[in-house]
């Protein structure tokens, strides 16, 4: 099967504090991986789209100058939360398309709950 | 108007019901449709694509209809372990963009 990971798994942190979560494929090659946020109760929300070797491309409504993305290898992207605030507080998850693959599956991680104080 | 809404439930049913949910979505271009299950404060795990001819997945069975732009899922002899959010899923294309979530409808199976 295909692996994604996440790291941290969670993390609180105080306000103004900026967090990095790790997203990485385990077992296969990722061009695109794709960062959403979900609110309880709520539907998972694109945020971006990262695509290895270039900028990412952010959805309406999401600032890129507070969440850096970066996605520097085919195993790897970041999401950094920079000047985090009690609004950001949610769990972030992302996916990662297998390049070697027409169909459009996509491997979730685990997730990352963010709570600011 | 959302682009995918689902009836958010919760469905509580007894173990062995069949259950069925619905799904519709905006976009006419939309191409290729799923359903993930959702865990509790985890992350959603693909459980079935949907194809226009419907498909069938043991006691899983998905439909499509484009013409009205409406999904289906019915799950046949519920078991506990069906308990979970079921989120119905779009993209625009076959490959290389981002899933479009429902909400998502709550199922709850009791003994």
């Known amino acids: 099967g295909a692996v994604v990971s996440q ?7 105080k306000s103004g504090t900026s967090v990095k979560i ?35 491309t952010y959805e309406q409504g999401v600032e890129k100058d507070k969440f850096l993305i970066n996605h520097a290898s ?16 949610s769990f972030y998850i992302c996916s990662a398309r297998r390049s070697s693959s027409s169909y459009n599956e ?6 990352t709950r963010l709570t600011v104080l | 108007r959302k682009e995918v809404e689902q009836d958010p439930g919760p469905f ?17 271009a939309s191409q290729s449709f799923f359903w993930y299950r959702q865990d509790c404060r985890k992350e959603p795990k693909l459980l079935m694509s949907v194809y226009s001819s419907g498909n069938e997945d043991g006691r899983f069975t998905a439909q499509l209809n484009r013409a009205s732009q409406y ?25 290389g963009t981002a899933l479009i979530f ?8 009791s003994s």
């Open chain 1, 106 to 111: 996509q491997f979730f991680g685990p997730g």
């Open chain 2, 12 to 28: 509580n049913v007894p173990e062995g019901a069949t259950v069925a949910f619905n799904c519709t979505y905006s976009n006419s």
């Open chain 1, 74 to 89: 085919l195993t790897l992207s970041t999401l950094t939360v920079t000047s985090a605030h009690p609004e950001d507080s």
């Open chain 1, 22 to 56: 790790e997203c990485r494929s385990l077992d296969f090659q990722a061009t695109t991986m794709f960062w959403y946020r979900q609110f309880p109760k709520q539907s998972l929300m694109l945020m971006a789209t990262s695509n290895e070797g270039s900028k990412a």
């Open chain 2, 71 to 95: 999904i289906s899922l019915l799950i046949r002899d519920s078991k506990l372990s069906d308990s979970a959010t079921y989120l119905c899923v779009v993209t625009l294309n076959q490959a």
């Open chain 2, 102 to 109: 429902g909400k998502g409808t709550t199922l709850s199976v």
């Open chain 1, 7 to 13: 790291h941290p798994s969670w993390v609180i942190c």
